[in-house]
């Protein structure tokens, strides 16, 4: 297991650049699967998320190949409907797997997946829009067995706009017989993304980013080669943890637009923050004032996968903040870890009230998911004194060479095994 030890109270300064997004890469290798000719994804990160994610695909007979940072994907040979168990409980996006697959072989067989502790994510949503295509599901001790000789397109409805749910019903979909509408989608550029890079392939897929999607089955899909977009929730990561240290930064390869609803709060923080081109800029050189309110919703509103980063910055803000989580039930595990740093915090359900501090003091921290571990680790960066932050495996999922960009910038912080 491995700890980060971090010597806080350093300023920022310097440039960063941006891997593109975990969560439109990992619909891509899904959709991978439906072309037997080759794809390539430029730039791919290799965060565990993917790793996992690829070692799937090549459980699933595909061949995969890194070319630099590209990652090239054949699944000519593909014949395995079946992902495999220790994998699918490792990763979130193992579900995004099953549309794809009962495409490519009219059948499916996954475990319930797992992913990141932070509510009960239920697939519900998935399910019942792959059974209005026509897929028979049956579930069993743990497992879900689909069937269906033929998608059919048809009207869905979803329940609340799962991001989730709204890939894996585009990717049964595609190549499906008839048009499908997916009414209440996810907006997320994510699936945008999704939408570019499966039409590059041949698919019919419009309306990505509206609540409505429309997608007319194509009888087959062809090789491409795609670059993802930039990840919109490492850019912010950053971002909120220069408001948080002080210092200038300068983030490259980041969309503004993406993240427009954190830009507008950090703004009104008292942060400088400007853009121009593919390039963020944030100036903080006092002490941030309280954000007052960071409520998460689906996009464009604020990200739920950034609640947790400013938690730790609203630690260290002027006056109190009320932090209302409304996507998952327990995206509150990183907040017991920043009470040890000396943070006044009492959460009540999906809200979180947070007064600042003068300063947090360092502390030994236990990461238990993703963003919460990113979120400890700027708290760190932030607090007086030195803090460590145990089992990385978490921030490991998203950031790619994460204690590396924070190095570059000015911060003390290694990585140690232990
Ligand atoms: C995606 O997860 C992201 N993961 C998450 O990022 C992100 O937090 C989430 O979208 C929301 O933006 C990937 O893209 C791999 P949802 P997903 O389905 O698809 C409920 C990160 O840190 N729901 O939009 O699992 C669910 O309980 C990760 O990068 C159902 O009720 O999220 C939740 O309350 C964490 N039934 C809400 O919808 C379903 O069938 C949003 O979930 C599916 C979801």
Avoid at 70 to 75: T, V
Wanted: glycine share 10%.
């Amino acid at each position: 297991m491995d700890k980060f030890i971090i010597e806080g109270g350093k300023s920022l300064y310097g440039s960063v650049a941006i891997q593109s997004a975990k969560n439109a890469v990992l619909p891509l290798l899904a959709a991978s699967i439906l072309t037997d000719e080759q794809v390539k994804i430029h730039k791919c990160p290799r965060i565990r998320d993917v790793m996992n994610m690829v070692q799937i695909l090549n459980e699933l007979g595909c061949k995969t190949t890194y070319d630099g940072e590209d990652l090239i994907i054949d699944s000519a040979d593909a014949a395995c409907h079946e992902i495999p168990s220790a994998l699918a409980k490792e990763l979130r996006s193992s579900v995004f797997m099953l549309g794809s697959v009962i495409s490519r072989f009219s059948r499916a067989r996954i475990a319930y997946p797992g992913g990141c502790d932070i509510g009960l994510r239920p697939i519900d949503l998935h399910l019942k829009g792959l059974k209005r295509l026509g897929v028979q599901i049956d579930e069993e001790g743990g497992y879900i067995n689909c069937s269906c000789d033929r998608i059919v397109g048809a009207e869905v409805l979803l329940d609340c706009p799962s991001v989730g749910a709204t890939e894996n019903i585009i990717l049964a979909a595609v190549k499906g017989k008839g048009t499908t509408i997916v009414k209440n989608a996810a907006r997320e550029p994510e699936i945008s993304d999704l939408q570019n890079f499966l039409n590059a392939m041949g698919a019919k897929v419009y309306g990505c980013g509206t609540p409505t999607v429309v997608v007319e089955g194509v009888s087959r899909l062809h090789g491409a080669e795609y670059t993802p977009i930039p990840d919109r929730i490492e850019a912010g990561t950053f971002l909120i943890a220069a408001a948080m240290c002080g210092g200038e930064i300068e983030v490259c390869n980041a969309d503004a637009e993406n993240i427009a609803s954190l830009l507008h709060k950090l703004r009104e923080i008292s942060c400088k923050v400007w853009a121009k081109d593919d390039k963020i800029y944030i100036r903080s050189k006092d002490k941030p004032l309280s954000p007052n309110l960071v409520e998460t919703q689906p996009y464009p509103g604020f990200p739920t996968d950034l609640q947790a980063q400013m938690t730790a910055l609203s630690c260290v803000a002027e006056g109190s903040t009320l932090i209302v989580e409304n996507l998952f039930e327990t995206r509150f595990k990183h907040v017991p870890e920043l009470i040890k740093m000396g943070a006044d915090i009492t959460v009540r359900g999906r809200s979180a009230l947070v007064r600042g501090v003068n300063n947090l003091h360092g502390a030994d921290v236990v990461a238990s998911d993703l963003r919460g571990g990113a979120a400890l680790t700027l708290a760190g960066l932030a607090a007086e004194g030195n803090t460590t932050v145990t089992d990385l495996s978490y921030i490991d999922r998203g950031y790619f060479g994460f204690e590396y960009k924070l190095r570059d910038l000015g911060a003390k912080i290694k990585r140690i095994h232990i």
